[in-house]
């Protein structure tokens, strides 16, 4: 079975510091997601990324998120400067046939 | 918009079935069913593409009626490895032009011996 995969698994760092979350997709299809969740929480959409370009976020996505893809494969999601709340699990997600999810990582910001 | 679960939690004996039902407000292209264990992924249950459908995965299925923009999921025979949160996903287009999967806020199972 096909998976998506995501770098760190735990990352820990200190308010205001940036932080870049990795993914590795399953294959170069056009529509890639992020995800968020915070503990206990549901699943929100943060962006969605079509043929190399932002296609929506939402407003939880605000100025101090950033999404690339440096080396045209892999996917890098970045928080400027963290704040507190945005501690969470993040995950990268490719619709295909079904949707893949990453196994996430966890950001925890002190 | 998101989709509404009902119950937000349910508990169980093993053996004993359960529902979790999944409503939107807005027309649906599919519903998708995840069930997420503490400090995890979602896990991927099963995906219904088309009004009145329904699937099974193991004792585990689901209906998905169009019309009504419903969904249910249906546990039978419970065992303590279906305790988590499920969640529904549903599939659609948003006001910006593309498609997302939009999750309930989840239901807490647990199946107790």
């Known amino acids: 079975e096909p998976e998506v995969t995501q770098t760190p698994s735990h990352q820990v760092t200190q308010m205001g510091q940036e932080v870049i979350l990795r993914c590795v997709p399953i294959s170069n299809h056009l529509y890639f997601y992020w995800y968020r969740q915070i503990l206990g929480q549901k699943v929100e959409f943060l962006v969605s990324?079509?043929?190399?370009?932002?296609?929506?976020k939402s407003e939880i996505f605000d100025d101090q998120f950033s999404v690339e893809r440096p080396d045209g494969s892999n996917f890098t999601l970045k928080i400027r400067s963290t704040k507190l709340e945005d501690s969470a699990m993040y995950f990268c997600a490719q619709p295909l046939a079904r949707w893949y999810f990453g196994p996430g990582t966890r950001l925890t910001v002190t | 918009q998101q989709p509404v679960q009902s119950p937000q939690a349910v508990i169980l004996r093993e053996g004993e079935d359960a529902v979790i039902n999944c409503s939107s407000s807005k027309a649906l292209y599919s519903v998708h069913w995840y069930r997420q264990k503490h400090g995890e992924a979602p896990v991927f249950l099963m995906i219904?593409?088309?009004?009145?459908e329904q699937k099974g995965h193991e004792k585990i299925s689901a209906s998905f009626n169009e019309k009504k923009q419903q969904s249910s999921l249906y546990l039978t025979a419970s065992q303590l490895s279906y305790s988590g949160t499920y969640f529904c996903g549903t599939e659609g287009y948003s006001g910006a032009g593309s498609y997302q999967l939009t999750f309930g806020k989840g239901t807490k199972l647990s199946v107790i011996p």
């Open positions: 219904l593409l088309k009004g009145g």
């Open positions: 990324f079509y043929n190399n370009e932002i296609s929506e």
